[in-house]
């Protein structure tokens, strides 16, 4: 069994988090002990593992709620609202991921632009510099093409 801390730094989360998620209903499971404090299991800390995960993919604490009733619920015909649940928290999380991969290309982009305004040693037209490496890329892809069909 863990205490409150043991259990914070298991799953790798702050103890004022895993309080504030107690506090809301987010562990249901959790024992407590004669002086009203909670005790972790390993079974609780990877459920815990679980309500994180839907956290850190967005999923509303109200959700998470629902989740974990139809879990203790002990209705075993509720697996196929919990599966569709968890479809519908990885098309958020691979949406997320596609509009993060094009925030980093862009902050790519304006990397290797100031790397180079570096090498220059002065400004460079930003707009002009993306074009040319648009032109640079088409002409790759091309070449690749032309290799391909060798």
Not at 51 to 57: A, D, E, G
Not at 63 to 84: H, N, Q, T
Not at 92 to 102: C, D, I, P, S, T
Request: with cysteine; glycine share 2%.
């Amino acid at each position: 069994m863990y205490t409150m801390k043991q259990a914070a730094e298991l799953t790798k989360m702050s103890v004022h988090t895993l309080r504030f998620y107690a506090n809301k209903g987010l562990f249901p499971f959790i024992s407590r002990d004669y002086n009203n404090v909670r005790w972790f299991s390993d079974e609780d800390i990877e459920k815990i593992k679980v309500v994180l995960c839907l956290r850190k993919t967005g999923m509303p604490i109200s959700d998470i709620k629902s989740y974990l009733l139809m879990c203790v619920s002990g209705e075993d015909k509720k697996f196929d609202k919990r599966y569709e649940l968890f479809v519908r928290q990885e098309k958020k999380a691979v949406q997320e991921l596609e509009e993060l991969k094009e925030q980093i290309e862009h902050l790519q982009l304006k990397m290797e632009y100031y790397r180079e305004c570096i090498e220059v040693g002065r400004h460079l037209n930003y707009y002009q510099y993306v074009k040319d490496i648009e032109k640079r890329s088409k002409n790759r892809n091309a070449v690749k093409r032309k290799k391909a069909a060798i």
